[in-house]
C-alpha cells in the first residue's frame, strides 16, 4: 500500500519562508508526476505546482516567483520551497504523486499565513 506523509506546515508571519516535504513509502514503482495542491476554506482544491519525472515545472500563476518545486527521485521525495509567504497562501497543502496508471494524495498539512 502507497502512503504518502506531508510535514513542514506550520505558522508563519507574512514574508517569511516554510519548506514543504513529502515522502512516499510502499510499493509505489515509478513515480512520474508529482504535485503540491491546496484548499483554502470553502475553496476548491487548486494546483499549486508540479514536476515531472524529467524536471519540467508548471507553477500557478499566484505562486510564480515565489514557489520552488523540486523532487530526489531516488528518496521518492518531493519538496515545496515556499518563499514571501502572503496570508492568501493559508490552506491546507496536499502532495500527490502519479505512478502508471495510479496516484496517491497524502493527508495534507496546515500552512497559516499571519499578517
Known amino acids: 500500500q502507497v502512503q504518502l ?5 506550520g ?3 507574512a514574508g517569511r519562508s516554510l ?16 504535485g503540491w495542491y491546496r484548499q483554502a476554506p470553502g475553496k476548491q482544491r ?3 505546482a508540479a514536476i ?11 505562486v510564480k516567483g515565489r514557489f520552488t518545486i523540486s523532487r530526489d527521485n531516488a528518496k521518492k ?3 515545496l520551497q515556499m518563499n514571501s509567504l502572503k496570508p492568501e497562501d493559508t490552506a491546507v497543502y ?3 504523486m502519479d505512478y502508471g ?3 496517491s494524495w497524502g493527508q495534507g498539512t496546515q500552512v497559516t499565513v499571519s499578517s
Open 94 to 96: 496536499y502532495c500527490k
Open 46 to 48: 487548486e494546483l499549486v
Open 101 to 103: 496508471f495510479l496516484h
Open 19 to 34: 519548506t514543504l516535504s513529502c515522502a512516499a513509502s510502499g510499493s509505489i514503482g515509478t513515480i512520474g508526476v508529482m
Open 77 to 79: 521525495l518531493v519538496y
Open 11 to 13: 505558522l508563519v508571519q
Open 5 to 9: 506523509v506531508e510535514s513542514g506546515g
Open 52 to 62: 515531472t519525472s524529467g524536471g519540467n515545472t508548471n507553477y500557478a500563476d499566484s
